[in-house]
């Protein structure tokens, strides 16, 4: 099914836009540079935990299905850079995602996530994704963006099983 709509997760506001929990935003704003004219590119304007609401709201007025959706969100349980492309499945304990699915009734909903870890053992995950990334993190943080918008590319041209298959890697 070709993907017509792609979301990028995140929360709004300059306090957030460098913090490890909007790189999905931060995916998306890169293609937003690109003006692609064939999907929909779209970051909501409300908090993470509540995401959930404006997408199922913008998917009924378009009048298409959850399949035809791409989610990007960060994942921590994923090392920095790492792309995980999946069809569908739990939220995997993202409250972005985990929004999403509630607020569409499905699992049925097509995600990127894009490594932003490991979280350090004496850290608390919650407030390890609301952290900037560190000057040392920040240039595999820009080629994760980039080559999560070329996935983001494949997946819209070819099919987001093609972009599994070229994708779904650990990073170097």
């Not at 306090?15 to 540079?33: C, D, M």
């Not at 959706?69 to 850079?81: A, K, T």
């Not at 499905?106 to 053992?121: A, D, H, K, M, S």
Request: charged share 25%.
């Amino acid at each position: 099914m070709p993907i017509k709509l792609v979301v990028g997760l995140g929360n709004p506001g300059r306090s957030y836009a460098a913090t490890r929990h909007n790189i999905g935003r931060r995916v998306v704003e890169l293609l937003q540079k690109e003006k692609p004219e064939d999907i929909l590119l779209y970051v909501t304007d409300v908090y993470m935990n509540t995401s959930g609401v404006p997408v199922a709201q913008l998917l009924r007025k378009k009048g298409w299905s959850p399949e035809e959706m791409l989610v990007i969100s960060d994942d921590f349980e994923l090392p920095l850079g790492s792309l995980r492309i999946r069809l569908k499945g739990s939220s995997g304990g993202h409250n972005g995602l985990n929004s999403i699915l509630e607020n569409l009734g499905t699992l049925n909903v097509p995600r990127l996530r894009v490594g932003i870890g490991p979280v350090p053992p004496s850290e608390d995950p919650a407030e390890f994704v609301l952290k900037a990334f560190s000057s040392k993190e920040r240039p595999h943080v820009q080629e994760a963006i980039e080559t999560a918008a070329e996935a983001v590319r494949v997946a819209a041209a070819s099919g987001i099983e093609t972009a599994m298959n070229q994708f779904n890697r650990r990073a170097e």
